[in-house]
């Protein structure tokens, strides 16, 4: 500004000061605040244990020299679980220095990834138990980073560190005469022989122990001393004898938390769930044996990191847009506001454009789906509980509660999904969780929650442009690709009406088109009708009389003789290379079904578990005034003709070799409906691959005979029951029908 005119300059006016002070007091906070920090908390440590010498003040004050980790391994698992912690959590961004001790001769034909540091201890080998190694870490910390961190750590090469959580603790840390660890005693057995007075524990070395700068200082001097004094063969132990002989320090009485032990699996496995409240709060891990898993874990983490930081993202832009709404005097008159903001134009909606909730239970997973009586998938429980157990945290916060509410308060449960949106969910918490005063209000509290989905992100990469050719593409048929014979077998059990139906069908479907394929009907007499065998086996003769082409045959299974032994007695009868194609008599399938299992299966490497579209009962519904629904063809995929069952291992196409692979070959004989649920395991244990997908061309027809009250389990007969029609379609009969739909209404 020009001050002939009579103005003030900006270098004279108070902003100029005011900038200034903001300046210099942001400078201070950034620059000089840390520092005196450091200092305060290096006179704090001075002044809880007299030391013979000062100690040397620490060279920087940043995360990066916050802690130095030593990692006990051998030239063993150098490549695996060294390997995998140096990739996971010993990574760049721990808040410290990672460092792998090993024996001398480490590196002699032990393979380990660029950048991992190994320091060979002199005169250390790999013989248990691993004393000397601790002492002469210890050792090599205190005589080279002493005055470079504030906190050594030493932690075994199966153990799992958190490093942000780690970070966060020892800030917390206001002492310095304490050994941090789980506290130990040693076992029942070994109680009075460890050379512990009642009153001593030690830090036991599998969790991990934390040393403050101010222990080891004093113990590095004495360990060789220590060394010369041992009075078991557990080097945890010694270690404790030791900090307490030269430090006066003892362990704390941390018991699990923060370190958590994995008691579930004595091998070192995390194969189970990781939703743990224990392990959410932890800060190391112990054992994970296995490096496979110590990924897991890093994945799982970083998940749980990525969870936080996006939280309070939301948290803040909500904050952003909540002070908006006030500059521009803007309010809203509740929470449900906000939450009905988001448009249900692109998610399932309701006749009135409403978007529908969804009851949640144990039992019922969703009126949308189209298998009936579905649980929720376990995947999806497992995002559920996630879910909620993050929301109730929140409330628990929130409320101050001296515990946190748990997924099994929740009395009532609705969900929806908003597309491109989020899942929405309201639910009730009794009261009485915050609530426990005699005289304070009951009942229940309604909470609405959102689980926005991510911002969707775009990436346009480029690919190489295609060759074009003049050659016209060649016209690829199904009886082009392969003509593999397929050898279908099929076992018997009765039921000669739906024989009869599948008889037709094959024959229009295979045996007209010329497919190459063959039929083996496994018959077994079925107790309530022996003449059944012998017409079946009639009927297949001339069936084979009449198409020479196709090889048709008949076994008819020994007396006694269960389903399982007597496929498995026709499978003997094929070679180890035929394809085989294990199906039902309910199996109805055409010549893309055999095509798919020609493609999908490969011989020692993959076998075909088709998923079969499942028919309902056609002609069950029909009213009480004639009329009757219009009958849906077998193409129809839609939720009134069928639905897609998930458990359903009713077909198998494989090798002879292969099938052998599996042990038994389980199946109800009762057409119940429940079929050998362990295929895929089995497979699984033989190291064959599983290709499972929905095969459009094979259907399982609905067998009315399976319903019967006479079968024993409820189980069974209440699962058979849920599958003769949809759930709309049912709704439509009940409201046709006049007196079911005023059953139990009086007349005036």
């Given at each position: 500004m020009n001050p002939n005119k009579g103005g003030t300059s900006f270098y004279d006016s108070p902003r100029f000061f005011l900038v200034g002070a903001f300046a210099g007091f942001l400078s201070a906070t950034v620059l000089i605040a840390p520092r005196l920090f450091c200092s305060d908390r290096i006179r704090q440590s001075h002044a809880l244990i007299k030391l013979e010498t000062p100690i040397?003040?620490?060279?920087?004050?940043t995360d990066q020299n916050l802690v130095f980790v030593g990692v006990m391994t051998s030239n063993e698992f150098l490549s695996s679980r060294a390997a995998a912690a140096y990739s996971t959590w010993g990574d760049k961004n721990f808040p410290g220095k990672v460092v792998f001790f090993a024996p001398e001769d480490a590196g002699n034909g032990a393979v380990h990834p660029p950048g991992l540091e190994v320091v060979p201890l002199k005169g250390v080998d790999d013989v248990y138990p691993p004393q000397k190694k601790a002492f002469l870490m210890l050792k090599y910390m205190h005589d080279r980073y002493l005055n470079n961190y504030r906190?050594?750590?030493?932690?075994?090469?199966?153990?799992?560190?958190?490093?942000?959580?780690?970070?966060?603790?020892?800030?917390?840390?206001?002492?310095?005469?304490?050994?941090?660890?789980?506290?130990?005693?040693?076992?029942?057995?070994?109680?009075?022989?460890?050379?512990?007075?009642?009153?001593?524990?030690?830090?036991?070395?599998?969790?991990?122990?934390?040393?403050?700068?101010?222990?080891?200082?004093?113990?590095?001097?004495?360990?060789?001393?220590?060394?010369?004094?041992?009075?078991?063969?557990?080097?945890?132990?010694?270690l404790g004898r030791c900090f307490k002989s030269a430090a006066n320090a003892s362990c704390t009485l941390a018991y699990?938390?923060?370190?958590?032990?994995?008691?579930?699996?004595?091998?070192?496995?995390?194969?189970?769930?990781?939703?743990?409240?224990?392990?959410?709060?932890s800060i190391t891990l112990h054992p994970v044996k296995t490096p496979s898993y110590v990924y897991r874990l890093y994945q799982h983490f970083n998940v749980l990191k990525s969870k936080k930081l996006y939280s309070r993202l939301q948290g803040l832009s909500r904050d952003i847009l909540a002070m908006k709404n006030l500059l521009l005097a803007k309010s809203r008159t509740g929470f449900?506001?906000?939450?009905?903001?988001?448009?249900?134009?692109?998610?399932?909606?309701?006749?009135?454009?409403?978007?529908?909730?969804?009851?949640?239970?144990?039992?019922?997973?969703?009126?949308?789906?189209?298998?009936?009586?579905?649980?929720?998938?376990?995947?999806?429980?497992?995002?559920?509980?996630?879910?909620l157990k993050q929301i109730l945290g929140a409330i628990s916060s929130h409320r101050h509660l001296g515990e946190k509410a748990k997924t099994t308060d929740i009395r009532l449960l609705y969900s929806r999904l908003v597309q491109l949106q989020g899942l929405d969910y309201?639910?009730?918490?009794?009261?009485?969780i915050w609530n426990k005063r005699p005289g304070d209000a009951k009942g229940f509290s309604q909470f609405y929650a959102r689980r926005p989905f991510l911002q969707t992100e775009m990436a346009v990469e480029s690919?190489?442009?295609?060759?074009?050719?003049?050659?016209?593409?060649?016209?690829?048929t199904v009886n082009s690709i392969d003509r593999t014979r397929v050898n279908i077998i099929v076992a018997l059990v009765g039921k000669y009406a739906t024989f009869l139906e599948f008889v037709k069908t094959f024959e229009d479907r295979i045996v007209k088109t010329k497919q190459n394929v063959s039929l083996l009907l496994v018959v077994l007499r079925d107790p309530r009708n022996g003449a059944t065998a012998d017409k079946v086996i009639s009927d297949i003769e001339v069936l084979g009389r009449k198409y020479r082409d196709t090889p048709l045959a008949t076994v008819l299974a020994e007396d006694g003789a269960s389903r399982e032994e007597a496929i498995r007695s026709a499978i003997q009868s094929f070679g180890d290379d035929d394809l085989l194609f294990l199906s039902d008599v309910e199996m109805d399938f055409d010549a893309s079904t055999l095509q798919r299992i020609r493609l999908n299966t490969k011989l020692g490497e993959r076998v075909y578990l088709p998923i079969s579209f499942s028919e309902f009962d056609q002609n069950s519904l029909s009213g009480t005034d004639g009329s009757s629904r219009k009958k849906r063809t077998v193409r129809a995929f839609d939720a009134e003709a069928g639905y897609w069952p998930r458990h359903s291992f009713r077909t198998l196409s494989c090798y002879k070799l292969d099938c052998l692979r599996t042990g038994d070959l389980k199946s109800?004989?009762?057409?119940?409906?429940?079929?050998?649920?362990?295929?895929?395991?089995?497979?699984?244990?033989?190291?064959?691959?599983?290709?499972?997908?929905?095969?459009?061309?094979?259907?399982?027809?609905y067998n009315p005979a399976s319903c019967k009250t006479s079968i024993n389990k409820t189980h069974q007969r209440d699962t058979c029951f849920a599958t003769i029609s949809s759930t709309e379609t049912l709704s439509e009969y009940v409201y046709r029908t006049s007196a079911i739909l005023n059953r139990g209404q009086s007349t005036r």
């Amino acid at each position: 500004m020009n001050p002939n005119k009579g103005g003030t300059s900006f270098y004279d006016s108070p902003r100029f000061f005011l900038v200034g002070a903001f300046a210099g007091f942001l400078s201070a906070t950034v620059l000089i605040a840390p520092r005196l920090f450091c200092s305060d908390r290096i006179r704090q440590s001075h002044a809880l244990i007299k030391l013979e010498t000062p100690i040397g003040p620490l060279r920087y004050c940043t995360d990066q020299n916050l802690v130095f980790v030593g990692v006990m391994t051998s030239n063993e698992f150098l490549s695996s679980r060294a390997a995998a912690a140096y990739s996971t959590w010993g990574d760049k961004n721990f808040p410290g220095k990672v460092v792998f001790f090993a024996p001398e001769d480490a590196g002699n034909g032990a393979v380990h990834p660029p950048g991992l540091e190994v320091v060979p201890l002199k005169g250390v080998d790999d013989v248990y138990p691993p004393q000397k190694k601790a002492f002469l870490m210890l050792k090599y910390m205190h005589d080279r980073y002493l005055n470079n961190y504030r906190f050594f750590m030493r932690v075994d090469d199966d153990s799992y560190l958190r490093g942000d959580e780690l970070a966060e603790f020892l800030h917390s840390v206001k002492t310095s005469n304490l050994v941090i660890g789980s506290a130990g005693w040693g076992q029942p057995k070994e109680l009075g022989k460890l050379g512990l007075r009642p009153d001593e524990n030690y830090c036991q070395g599998g969790p991990g122990m934390i040393v403050p700068r101010d222990v080891l200082r004093l113990t590095g001097p004495k360990i060789k001393t220590c060394v010369k004094d041992l009075y078991s063969i557990h080097e945890d132990v010694e270690l404790g004898r030791c900090f307490k002989s030269a430090a006066n320090a003892s362990c704390t009485l941390a018991y699990e938390k923060p370190f958590y032990q994995n008691y579930r699996d004595y091998k070192g496995c995390f194969n189970h769930s990781l939703d743990d409240d224990g392990i959410a709060e932890s800060i190391t891990l112990h054992p994970v044996k296995t490096p496979s898993y110590v990924y897991r874990l890093y994945q799982h983490f970083n998940v749980l990191k990525s969870k936080k930081l996006y939280s309070r993202l939301q948290g803040l832009s909500r904050d952003i847009l909540a002070m908006k709404n006030l500059l521009l005097a803007k309010s809203r008159t509740g929470f449900f506001d906000v939450f009905e903001a988001y448009s249900c134009s692109r998610g399932r909606r309701s006749a009135d454009g409403v978007c529908p909730w969804v009851f949640l239970s144990d039992d019922r997973y969703s009126p949308y789906a189209s298998d009936p009586k579905l649980r929720k998938p376990r995947d999806e429980r497992i995002a559920e509980n996630a879910t909620l157990k993050q929301i109730l945290g929140a409330i628990s916060s929130h409320r101050h509660l001296g515990e946190k509410a748990k997924t099994t308060d929740i009395r009532l449960l609705y969900s929806r999904l908003v597309q491109l949106q989020g899942l929405d969910y309201i639910f009730t918490l009794p009261k009485t969780i915050w609530n426990k005063r005699p005289g304070d209000a009951k009942g229940f509290s309604q909470f609405y929650a959102r689980r926005p989905f991510l911002q969707t992100e775009m990436a346009v990469e480029s690919r190489p442009k295609l060759a074009l050719t003049s050659e016209p593409y060649a016209e690829i048929t199904v009886n082009s690709i392969d003509r593999t014979r397929v050898n279908i077998i099929v076992a018997l059990v009765g039921k000669y009406a739906t024989f009869l139906e599948f008889v037709k069908t094959f024959e229009d479907r295979i045996v007209k088109t010329k497919q190459n394929v063959s039929l083996l009907l496994v018959v077994l007499r079925d107790p309530r009708n022996g003449a059944t065998a012998d017409k079946v086996i009639s009927d297949i003769e001339v069936l084979g009389r009449k198409y020479r082409d196709t090889p048709l045959a008949t076994v008819l299974a020994e007396d006694g003789a269960s389903r399982e032994e007597a496929i498995r007695s026709a499978i003997q009868s094929f070679g180890d290379d035929d394809l085989l194609f294990l199906s039902d008599v309910e199996m109805d399938f055409d010549a893309s079904t055999l095509q798919r299992i020609r493609l999908n299966t490969k011989l020692g490497e993959r076998v075909y578990l088709p998923i079969s579209f499942s028919e309902f009962d056609q002609n069950s519904l029909s009213g009480t005034d004639g009329s009757s629904r219009k009958k849906r063809t077998v193409r129809a995929f839609d939720a009134e003709a069928g639905y897609w069952p998930r458990h359903s291992f009713r077909t198998l196409s494989c090798y002879k070799l292969d099938c052998l692979r599996t042990g038994d070959l389980k199946s109800d004989a009762n057409g119940t409906g429940l079929d050998d649920s362990d295929v895929p395991e089995k497979f699984s244990m033989s190291e064959i691959n599983i290709l499972r997908s929905a095969d459009v061309g094979l259907t399982q027809r609905y067998n009315p005979a399976s319903c019967k009250t006479s079968i024993n389990k409820t189980h069974q007969r209440d699962t058979c029951f849920a599958t003769i029609s949809s759930t709309e379609t049912l709704s439509e009969y009940v409201y046709r029908t006049s007196a079911i739909l005023n059953r139990g209404q009086s007349t005036r």
